[in-house]
């Protein structure tokens, strides 16, 4: 999981609705660190040492373990002002031994624009996820198991031990929501058990592009929304992926947010006004291009 910077949307008035009750993007969301610059525990609180004892509790370092890795180094290595990065490496500190890296900070947010159901006032404070990498470096991709967009090498299959991971430290330091804006199509994708977009077009996006798309498999739908080749429909127009933010509820206003009336009707609403369709022949040029490459 990364984030990207929120860019204008492609959309069309066929092809979703023009009025949005609320435009968000990370400057709405993302307020004062906790972390102090310069400090050497992550989140100000955690030696490397106790994250080691933690991800093994988790079995998150015995998963690493059966794609064949071993001899953990954990770094805690400062990330431009007052962030910090999180770095797991196999055996030497080196770039090409890197498994796992990771920049999180705690946040507040309140949304700019209210809604018909809202967060009402409350600064409800969340865990940030700014960049989330897992992958074996050592390891090859095969027929049966692509690359997804952004993917240099193999992933290590450890995102939902991750997740509750994350979700048992918010509930340890009383943290509301844990907050992701998706790089990719498939990154949504994957955490839709979790996390739900705060906004409810976004969230029927990825409802519509999943069954207007299938039977794709997940990496050539999120390549081909990649590759600019899945257009809306009537109107034609190239779909692009924007980053937004997502949610993974650890507060009760959040969650009935998500459960409320309004927000499940206006993801209905949306999907039943969202229509996309694969440019076969664009699709097949870029997958002939990129099998040369």
């Known amino acids: 999981m990364s984030r990207k910077s929120k860019k204008p949307a492609a959309a069309s008035a066929e092809a979703r609705p023009t009025a949005r009750p609320f435009d968000l993007d990370e400057r709405d969301l993302l307020g004062q660190l906790t972390v102090n610059e310069g400090s050497t525990l992550w989140l100000g609180s955690y030696t490397a040492s106790e994250i080691e004892r933690a991800l093994e509790q988790r079995g998150i370092l015995s998963g690493f373990r059966r794609s064949g890795l071993d001899r953990f180094i954990i770094r805690i290595e400062p990330f431009e002002e007052f962030d910090q990065t999180l770095r797991i490496y196999c055996e030497a500190t080196k770039p090409e031994n890197l498994i796992a890296e990771a920049r999180f900070r705690e946040v507040r947010f309140v949304p700019k624009i209210k809604m018909p159901e809202t967060f009402t006032a409350m600064q409800l404070s969340a865990l940030a996820l700014e960049w989330l990498l897992m992958q074996n470096p050592f390891a090859s991709f095969s027929p049966q198991k692509p690359p997804l967009p952004g993917q240099a090498y193999p992933g290590l299959g450890q995102a939902r031990q991750v997740t509750h991971m994350l979700m048992a430290l918010c509930k ?23 996390f739900h977009f705060y906004d409810p ?3 029927a996006d990825i409802l519509a592009l999943h069954r207007d798309l299938s039977p794709l498999r997940l990496a050539d739908m999120s390549w081909a929304i990649e590759a600019g080749c899945v257009r809306m429909t009537p109107s034609g127009e190239k779909f692009s992926w924007v980053s937004a933010a997502q949610l993974l509820s650890m507060h009760e206003v959040i969650k009935d947010y998500f459960a409320s009336d309004w927000y499940r009707r206006s993801v209905r609403e949306a999907l039943e006004n969202q229509s996309y369709e694969l440019d076969r022949e664009a699709f097949q040029k ?5 099998a040369k490459t």
């Open 172 to 194: 340890k330091r009383r943290l509301a929501a844990i907050l992701n804006f998706p790089q990719f199509f498939h990154n949504a994708y994957l955490y839709r058990d979790y």
């Open 286 to 290: 870029f997958l002939a291009q990129r």
């Open 201 to 203: 077009v976004r969230e």
